[in-house]
Structure formats: structure tokens, C-alpha cells
């Protein structure tokens, strides 16, 4: 069994695909899904469910929740439920089961350590293969206390962070041409991420595009400075220094 949570929260068994439609449960399994494998406290799962303002019979609601999770989960010829009791709390136990979050999180480590090793080649494969994990935006539409939104900046954060590799491996491998579009819509998403500006002139450097690469530069600057009334970080300083000068530095024989 797998459980999905890179998009709308969702289980898949075999050829079959399932998802709790219910805002409330669906909340509740999400919570046990970020800690499996660790206990979730009650006072913690009240709170994501109805934030600071429980009704009065919540500890008697999340029982029910409790029960309707255990019950969208029950599988012909399992024994027990995966959703367990254990004081302060329940606990998710992921057994054999997978979890698409947890597979995301090691191939981002994995292609990581591969451009270290200066093994590109792999490394670009292992990171587009992350990427392919996502369904949409982590957890689809779903919002909650500080154990959901915790992990929807963390995820959130960790697919940027692959998307900046495995541009990084793009550049080393010479498919600066290939990468420029993505950049791009990564600069207009994240107009603040200095380092996607840097990737993206240093793409249209080795792609001839001199004149572009500058103006992504001057863009760069300009909403910094009304953003943020900040100049530049320093490797974007150096590099359009760089590409004023042509330096030989910024070719791809010379960086690698």
C-alpha cells in the first residue's frame, strides 16, 4: 500500500486509488502520515483539526475521526489496523508500507551526494525522477494547525531546493539550453531565490544570449532593491561582472 500526500492527499493499492473526502478525517490521517511511526498527542490533533477554538466534545469528534481513518484503511487480509493507540495519543505504523514524501526526501539526498561525486549524469536522472513524485501542490488544498503547515513549508522548500540542483546539473552537464525555460518560471515564481536569477544568466551566458542575461540581472536588482531595499548578493555581483568582461571562467570547460 502506498500512501501519496505530493498533490491531494490520496491512497493507492494496487490499481485502486482512494481518497477521504471529508475535510475533518482527511486532516487527521494527514497528521498521522507527516509523524508515522510517532506518537501524535491528542492535545496535537485537536489542535490541526479545529485550531484554537475546539467544540466541547472534541476529545469525543476525534474519536470518531479516529475510527472513520481506521476504517478507510482497512484492507481485505490485513490484520489490525495500521492506526494504533498509544498514550498521549495514536500512532500511524508504516510497516511495509510507502510513503511518497519519504521516497522524495531520499532521492533529493541521494542526488545530492551523486553531484558531489561529480556524477551529474545520475544525479539529473535521480532528481527529475523526485520531481515526477509531485501531483500538485503538497496536499492538494488542504491547510491546518502547526504540524500541517510546518510540513507544507517544508516540502514545499525541498522541491525548490531539487529544482536548484538539478538545474546545478543541468549547467555542469552543458544542457544550459534545456533548463532556460524552467528558470525562467522559477525566477516569476520566486522572485526573491537569488540563486535561480544566477543559474538562469549563467544559462543564457553559454547560450549566447549575453544581452538577456544581463537584463535578468538588472531584474534581479531592481526587485530586490523594491522588495527588499537590498542590492544584490555578491555572486550575482561577480557574475554579471563576469559577463561584461566575458570572462573565460563562466564557460562550461573551464567550470568543470
Known amino acids: 500500500m502506498r500512501y501519496e500526500v505530493l498533490g491531494p492527499v490520496r491512497l493507492v493499492d494496487g490499481a485502486d486509488r482512494s481518497a477521504i473526502s471529508a475535510r475533518k478525517i482527511e486532516t487527521v490521517l494527514t497528521v498521522l502520515l507527516i509523524r508515522s511511526d510517532q506518537v501524535v498527542p491528542l492535545d496535537q490533533l485537536i489542535t490541526e483539526i479545529w485550531d484554537e477554538a475546539p467544540p466541547r466534545r472534541a476529545m469525543a469528534g476525534l474519536h470518531v475521526y479516529i475510527s472513520q481513518v481506521r476504517k478507510f484503511l482497512d484492507r481485505p487480509g490485513r490484520t489490525g489496523s495500521p492506526v494504533v493507540t498509544r498514550a498521549p495519543g495514536y500512532l500511524l505504523r508504516k510497516g511495509d508500507d510507502e510513503i511518497d514524501f519519504h521516497q522524495f526526501r531520499a532521492a533529493v539526498d541521494r542526488g545530492r551526494r551523486l553531484m558531489r561525486e561529480r556524477r551529474h549524469e545520475e544525479a539529473a536522472a535521480c532528481l527529475e525522477a523526485a520531481l515526477g513524485l ?13 504540524i500541517i503547515e510546518g510540513f507544507v513549508t517544508w516540502m514545499t522548500e525541498s ?5 536548484e540542483i538539478l538545474a546545478e546539473a543541468y549547467l555542469r552537464l552543458g544542457r544550459h539550453r534545456e533548463v532556460i525555460g524552467r528558470l525562467y518560471s522559477l525566477v516569476t515564481e520566486n522572485p526573491l531565490r537569488e540563486v535561480y536569477y544566477r543559474q538562469l544568466m549563467l544559462a543564457l551566458y553559454r547560450s549566447e544570449r549575453q544581452a538577456d542575461a544581463l537584463e535578468v540581472y538588472r531584474s534581479a536588482r531592481q526587485t530586490l532593491r523594491d522588495e527588499l531595499g537590498l542590492e544584490p548578493c555578491r555572486a550575482l555581483r561577480d557574475l554579471q561582472r563576469a559577463i561584461l568582461t566575458a570572462d573565460e571562467r563562466l564557460d562550461l570547460r573551464a567550470a568543470s
Open 159 to 163: 522541491r525548490l531546493e531539487c529544482l
Open 134 to 146: 509531485w501531483r500538485g501542490p503538497v496536499l492538494g488544498d488542504q491547510r491546518g494547525g502547526p
